[in-house]
């Protein structure tokens, strides 16, 4: 278990929430496009295990991963919003429920966001031998 | 349905709320509907326009989970509409092309008075749903202050 | 509950001859410091197990498995508070001993 493991974990999760918020802010421009079709994020791996697992990029639907941009590993898939109901123009975007995963995503990132600040404080103190500063 | 919760929280009660504004919305719609259509005496299928009603219906949230009071957790869904079969107006005007055979004219049964009352009511809802996401949401925060 | 075991040792390094459940060495003295290194390592066991049960809280949140905000938020800062116990139960023990060092012959 090294030092930084939490952090990483929740800097993984930050930038997942993140890249989210910009797929559903997307769907909500398109709230009056012809044909548009919502689209979300999805992260794979086992929920019993932190995700470190190396990125191969031979599916295009997979985030690349500049080498040595973060020391996080990200598995993330664009896929389309099977909730969506389409209306007649064959757009499916619910101004509603975008709006409402907006906000949770958002819940989640600041959550994420506190922790992580909360976890980097907490090394520096034990850094610090104990002592404040 | 994928969903972002396992036990009630904070995400199952936006999703609740979120499904209260969309049918509040679809109501909307079918009020201006019933109001564009005040005076149309003959639709597509030949007949005058019938007003009509939105039908609402629950359902859980998430009913195969662990948790019992999420299991009872409801949300709402505009699942479709219904026609007011009641007779409309009959006004004595045998010049008019769509006039019976007695000279009387079938209008549709819209009273425009009622239908503002109903979307003076749907808004209300729709703003009290907004209110109920933003009660979440400040929860949410107070939540997230605590670890600071 | 786990914040209950931690309020034992300040009542502790305040007044250590009032604290109860505490051997008293014959004589009525004050304790020895045997029964201080019992406090000192239960309160140390509660801190490491605290952290562990925040850290697994905090991965659950950070991989979307867990939707539980306030319960990991006050489970990080009991875990924080049991860490820095240790840490300021630690610093007193050096100071104690240091004063010891430079007083005996």
Request: aromatic residues 6%; proline residues 5%.
């Amino acid at each position: 278990m090294g030092l930084l493991d939490a952090v990483h974990a929740l800097q993984a999760g930050l930038d997942y929430h993140l890249a989210r918020q910009n797929l559903l802010t997307a769907n909500l421009t398109h709230i009056d496009t012809p044909n548009y079709k919502p689209v979300d994020l999805e992260r794979g791996g086992d929920f019993t295990k932190v995700l470190h697992v190396a990125l191969e990029s031979t599916n295009p639907a997979h985030f690349g991963t500049s080498a040595g941009a973060s020391p996080v590993d990200h598995d993330f898939r664009v896929v389309a919003d099977p909730g969506a109901a389409v209306g007649l123009d064959g757009n499916g975007v619910n101004v509603d429920r975008e709006a409402a995963k907006i906000a949770a995503n958002n819940v989640r990132y600041d959550a994420l966001a506190s922790l992580v600040s909360g976890e980097l404080t907490g090394l520096q103190w034990a850094v610090n031998d104990g002592k404040a500063g | 349905m994928s969903h972002d919760f396992t036990v009630p929280g904070i995400f199952s009660a936006m999703e609740v709320a979120a499904s209260g504004l969309t049918a509040q919305r679809g109501r909307m719609n079918i009020i201006a509907s019933n109001l564009a259509n005040a005076r149309t005496t003959k639709g597509a299928d030949g007949a005058p326009y019938h007003r009509l009603d939105p039908v609402f219906t629950s359902k859980p949230v998430s009913p195969g989970s662990f948790d019992p009071i999420l299991r009872s957790v409801n949300e709402v869904e505009l699942s479709g509409v219904r026609a007011d079969p009641t007779q409309g107006q009959l006004v004595y005007d045998p010049g008019h092309p769509d006039a019976n055979a007695q000279g009387y004219v079938e209008y549709p049964n819209v009273n425009v008075v009622t239908e503002m009352v109903n979307l003076m009511t749907a808004s209300r809802a729709y703003e009290a749903g907004v209110t109920s996401i933003e009660s979440i949401k400040a929860m949410a925060r107070a939540a997230i202050k605590i670890g600071q | 509950m786990a914040l209950a075991g931690i309020t034992e040792v300040p009542q502790l390094l305040i007044a250590p001859s009032r604290a109860e459940g505490l051997p008293t060495p014959p004589g009525g003295a004050a304790p020895a410091s045997v029964g201080f290194e019992d406090i000192f390592a239960k309160t140390v066991e509660q801190a490491n197990e605290q952290d562990r049960a925040a850290a697994v809280k905090v991965d659950a949140l950070a991989r979307g498995a867990g939707d539980d905000i306030h319960g990991t938020m006050i489970a990080v800062r009991e875990s924080e508070i049991s860490v820095k116990l240790v840490g300021t139960i630690r610093n007193k023990l050096l100071d104690a001993f240091n004063e010891i060092w430079r007083t005996s012959v």
